[in-house]
């Protein structure tokens, strides 16, 4: 059964809805099982980084 | 040391207590290593999808 | 950075070519980042359980 | 659907068979759900590090 | 693009400036790839356990 | 116990070694706690995807 973690900031319930069945349309077409486990993560700007830099800290520039 | 991240929904500390002294002990058995480290990761019903539909949704039912 | 990551059974090179341009191109829509990186981990029947039972004896029936 | 991801050695699959399915026994009389995941991975002793030293290394000592 | 995953306790903000910036520092240097991505977790002691026992409890000894 | 999870492309053991050690070695300055484990995580050019194209694509550029 596969199964997708998406690491990401925060959204919506509906974005979350949308998200959660588009990711398994893709994994059902591609992998052709049909049992697909979607955990969506909500990280913080403060905990994510890229490049050295926190987000939080560039949404301030 | 090996690790065991459990992906579920909320549950009570005296649950989490159980479930990580009973991970453990069946990670010590099989692997014949005593320092076990074991993650709890709380889900929120709308962050899991099944099948390409949340939790949270399949509850409205 | 949104990551996605998806933990399956083997798949060929195109295969993994369509997964991650999908995943992508739902993910650049959902979150409003154009930036996503997908890690595709590829995992033996025999080290993956679905009730208790690993696919690769699944399989043999 | 709680998924459990384990992080250690390489085992057999004797031993994987015995884990995955002591494991979802915990699972579901922790969680109270019966559809429960279980991912092994197998780390090489030169992947793993604990206290700074990769275990490849200990066990040369 | 390497991704670095930290699984702790909770920390300030100025704390998880300096992991991110020192850890990204370290994958550069190792790496050669000038884009990193840390993602910093932060775990309740009662959601982790070490040899069975959940640092929310032996905090309390 | 923090835990380090790196995910990159193949490196040398000497590499390993010497990434598993700072790394470490920041986890313990941060997190003002000793025992750290890292698990150094090697993913196939054709595995991994940025902005929707494989590596293993990109390098064929």
Request: proline fraction near 5%; hydrophobic fraction near 45%; aromatic fraction near 2%.
């Amino acid at each position: 059964m596969p199964t997708i973690i998406v690491e990401g900031p925060e959204i919506s319930v509906d974005k979350k809805r949308e998200l959660a069945r588009k990711l398994t349309d893709i994994a059902v077409e591609i992998y052709g099982i049909k049992h697909i486990v979607v955990l969506i993560k909500e990280n913080d700007p403060a905990n994510v980084a890229v490049d050295g830099e926190l987000i939080a800290d560039k949404k301030k520039m």
